[in-house]
């Protein structure tokens, strides 16, 4: 494989003064929360998708199934998985099917949501992580602790995977953008990298900042890639054509621990702050480069992992360590 490095042609930082003291300039917020209980206790529900009839569908990554939510009723349900499967995200294919990572059983679960029944594909590398389909129905996936970034061909099963240049790398979240091309960020590291998947081949781009952490990104419609800096309490712009970096100091501070992220039908950025109680979900205009919204998570969130967009009800959806699925309500 080839492996390349390049190092970040400039760097602007919005002026912090602004957010000195950040919540004191936000009024009462016109988001929407609203968390359902899931019934099953201290099973770490997290990292829901909706499906097309409106079901939300989850993991209990401590419970071992994947779970779904009718909103509407209320109602639970849930699949029972392999042993020791321990899932860690779960997202839905092309035919409606949901793919979940087995994190601590080294495979990649296939499931038909009608009928309950689970395939099992088993992968070279320990702790696939975080799961996402690109255009061409390829799966893309990243391996944490193993080091590694995978592709999954769901119709034969084959697996090519790429290694970091840098040991103990974290590849974490993962999305891909609308040149099919995955955007990985390296949490381990100041890096997030970019794959060319038609050759298959690895670009590590250095961040400014020795001591940076992006762990969740996303991309807008423009093509540039933000990710939150969980180190640093930065939210940032990375444009893949300079190289250059813009971040802002997210309103919580430098130890605000942003993590799960997403960005919505108007390129705006939403993430939330981890390192309060409670969890506190933010919104930032891209256009404007203004944050917009500081909204408190309503159980406390525990820590919000990984947050997903859904266009036709207009809302995010995020799962919580103290055992809610959420939705906040932000409009298209």
Avoid: C, K
Wanted: hydrophobic residues 40%.
């Amino acid at each position: 494989m080839s492996l390349i490095l390049i190092a970040l042609a400039g760097l602007a930082i919005a002026d912090p003064a602004p957010f000195a003291s950040p919540l004191a300039e936000f009024a009462p917020d016109s988001v929407e929360i609203r968390e359902w209980s899931v019934p099953w206790e201290n099973t770490r529900p997290r990292d829901p998708i909706v499906a097309v009839d409106g079901d939300v569908w989850f993991v209990g990554q401590r419970g071992n199934y994947v779970g779904a939510l009718d909103p509407a009723s209320g109602e639970f349900r849930r699949i029972e998985l392999p042993e020791g499967a321990m899932p860690h995200n779960v997202i839905i294919g092309p035919d409606g099917d949901l793919w979940y990572a087995g994190n601590h059983d080294s495979h990649i679960g296939r499931i038909d949501p009608a009928t309950g029944e689970v395939l099992v594909i088993r992968v070279p590398p320990r702790d696939p992580h975080t799961l996402f389909f690109a255009p061409d129905g390829d799966l893309w996936f990243t391996a944490q602790g193993a080091n590694r970034i995978g592709r999954l061909d769901p119709a034969s099963g084959e697996v090519r995977l790429l290694e970091p240049s840098v040991a103990d790398a974290r590849p974490y979240g993962i999305v891909v953008d609308g040149q099919g091309r995955p955007w990985v960020a390296l949490f381990g590291t100041n890096r997030i990298a970019s794959v060319d998947p038609s050759s298959m081949t690895l670009v590590e781009h250095t961040l400014p900042f020795e001591d940076a952490r992006a762990r969740r990104l996303d991309v807008t419609s423009d093509g540039a890639v933000w990710y939150v800096d969980y180190a640093r309490g930065t939210l940032a712009r990375f444009d893949p054509a300079s190289g250059s970096v813009e971040e802002w100091p997210t309103p919580g501070g430098a130890d605000s621990r942003p993590y799960a992220m997403a960005i919505d039908g108007e390129d705006r950025v939403w993430f939330v702050e981890t390192g309060s109680d409670p969890n506190r979900l933010v919104g930032f205009d891209t256009t404007t480069e203004t944050f917009t919204s500081v909204t408190n998570i309503p159980s406390g969130g525990g820590t919000v992992r990984h947050m997903v967009y859904h266009a036709p009800t207009g809302s995010l959806w995020f799962g919580t360590d103290v055992n809610t699925i959420g939705r906040a309500r932000i409009g298209s």
